[in-house]
């Protein structure tokens, strides 16, 4: 009986063992599953690209598109100026073109009028030259009056009698002029602005310049120190043709001589 016990208990034993056994065989068993599957996992993440998130994409798009907006906007930008520069070099050379338009009527406009007034100024500076001719009984030649006078006087009197006029005796300072003196004068003696009376043979004229240009008579000057002063003529010696120097307290009649220029200048 005994025996039988034991074995009960040894049979007992040996199947909860076995059974223990295979529970344990179980688990290790599925252990290992679990260890495996985690590794296949592992492997499979580790050699997987990164997959982009939502907000990724987005960014990307946001920055695309900020690029196209700067990439138009250099192009309306550039568009703009290009548009700028046409518009103002049309009006620029619009406004060139009428600027020299303007200029040339001006031109001609000033043209017109320095016409206008030159006429006007020569028709009225020959009125007001025969007007004072006529009340001054002067001769107008090349730019200046000539008076004659019609008494005699010695040559200091005759002077002073031109300074009163507002002139002075005659200078003759060509042959033109000279020519023009001999018709006026038709050979009669006259004073002249000429005289040696500071220093023997040096001819001086009244404004104090030196006589360059002479038209004596033949063998004149000859009056040494008695005579010191020049007429056009004289009448008891018509073979001489020229001036000739007399005495200063002779009287002759005298020409003054009045020049219009410093009143014309500007």
């Not at 000033?110 to 009225?124: C, P």
């Not at 009698?161 to 001999?182: M, T």
């Not at 009669?188 to 008579?217: K, S, Y």
């Not at 005579?227 to 000739?244: D, R, S």
């Amino acid at each position: 009986m005994s025996d039988d016990i034991y074995d009960d208990v040894i049979g007992t034993e040996t199947e909860e063992m076995k059974r223990e056994k295979v529970e344990m065989s179980v688990e290790i068993y599925e252990s290992a599953d679990h260890v495996r599957d985690h590794d296949i996992s592992t492997e499979a993440n580790t050699h997987q690209p990164p997959q982009q998130t939502g907000s990724d994409s987005v960014k990307i798009r946001s920055s695309r598109a900020a690029v196209v907006c700067l990439v138009l906007l250099c192009v309306l930008l550039l568009t703009a100026v290009i548009v700028l520069c046409v518009h103002i070099h049309t009006n620029y050379t619009n406004y060139t073109q009428e600027t020299n338009q303007l200029l040339t009527k001006i031109k001609n406009l000033t043209e017109e009028r320095d016409e206008l007034m030159n006429e006007n100024l020569s028709y009225k500076g020959d009125q007001l030259i025969n007007q004072f001719s006529l009340l001054y009984k002067c001769i107008y030649y090349q730019s200046c009056f000539y008076y004659m006078s019609t008494e005699t006087k010695n040559w200091t009197e005759s002077r002073q009698d031109c300074i009163k006029r507002g002139a002075d005796l005659i200078i003759i300072n060509n042959r033109e002029e000279q020519d023009f003196v001999k018709n006026i004068t038709d050979k009669r003696q006259f004073w002249i602005g000429l005289t040696d009376i500071d220093e023997e043979n040096r001819w001086e004229w009244v404004d104090g310049t030196n006589m360059t240009t002479g038209f004596w008579a033949s063998k004149e000057p000859n009056g040494k120190r008695d005579e010191n002063c020049a007429v056009t003529y004289l009448t008891k010696h018509p073979e001489l043709t020229g001036w000739i120097d007399v005495k200063c307290d002779d009287a002759y009649q005298w020409i003054c001589e009045k020049s219009i220029l410093p009143f014309i200048r500007p």
